[in-house]
């Protein structure tokens, strides 16, 4: 989606062109990165390099142009929720609070599509549940197409609009209605898959001890 890989045949449209063409479209958000407590860089400049991290030597523009980046700045942190703590040293922040400022980061120039490679890994499960349905708001809010790479399913299951199950050398796509039913999956996996419903409408993927469900990628986009 982003021009770094040629694909080994077929053809790949990305936002009415050629990968690579639009990038500047794109927001992207690469697989977990977590800063330790020794980065003492702001929650607001890290957001800030997503709009000027490729500028070199002295920061620019100044006067009406400066301020207003920096109300676009405030305004993507506002959106993800991370006002409250944004001056903070990020180093000082949970999993949860860096992960917003790193999808604030990649919305800053108010991408067309959002790629996002594990977003939720590395969290715990209230704040993969957290990230998930900030993901799903802003989606909705934004107009911006979410392409996200999965392992686990059952934290984002209930925002997909789209899911491509991979396994085997094979692939499943379709709505999640079509794609994530016991005999799709067992199909696809070779093994027993149960999918539950529970009664607040969430839904549940369990593989069998052993099984190779654990590896899955589901591709959502929203």
Do not use: C, K
């Amino acid at each position: 989606a982003l021009g770094l890989i040629a694909p080994t045949s077929g053809r790949v449209e990305v936002l009415g062109g050629a990968p690579g063409a639009a990038s500047a479209r794109i927001g992207y958000l690469p697989q977990r990165r977590h800063f330790g407590a020794d980065v003492h860089v702001r929650g607001i400049d890290i957001v800030r390099l997503g709009l000027d991290g490729d500028r070199w030597g002295v920061s620019w523009p100044w006067g009406r142009a400066r301020r207003a980046e920096d109300d676009r700045v405030r305004r993507v942190i506002d959106l993800v929720g991370a006002t409250a703590y944004a001056e903070r040293p990020i180093g000082e922040m949970s999993g949860g609070e860096q992960q917003r400022l790193l999808i604030a980061q990649a919305l800053i120039r108010d991408p067309a599509l959002l790629v996002m490679d594990e977003p939720l890994d590395g969290l715990d499960l209230p704040s993969q549940a957290a990230v998930a349905a900030l993901l799903g708001r802003i989606s909705e809010e934004s107009g911006v197409t979410v392409l996200m790479v999965a392992h686990n399913v059952n934290p984002i299951a209930g925002y997909l609009d789209r899911v491509v199950y991979l396994a085997r050398g094979q692939a499943a796509a379709g709505t999640p209605d079509e794609v994530i039913t016991p005999e799709t999956l067992s199909r696809l996996y070779g093994t027993p898959i149960d999918v539950l419903r529970t009664q607040d409408g969430h839904v549940v993927v369990v593989g069998q001890p052993g099984d190779p469900h654990g590896d899955v990628h589901a591709h959502l986009v929203q």
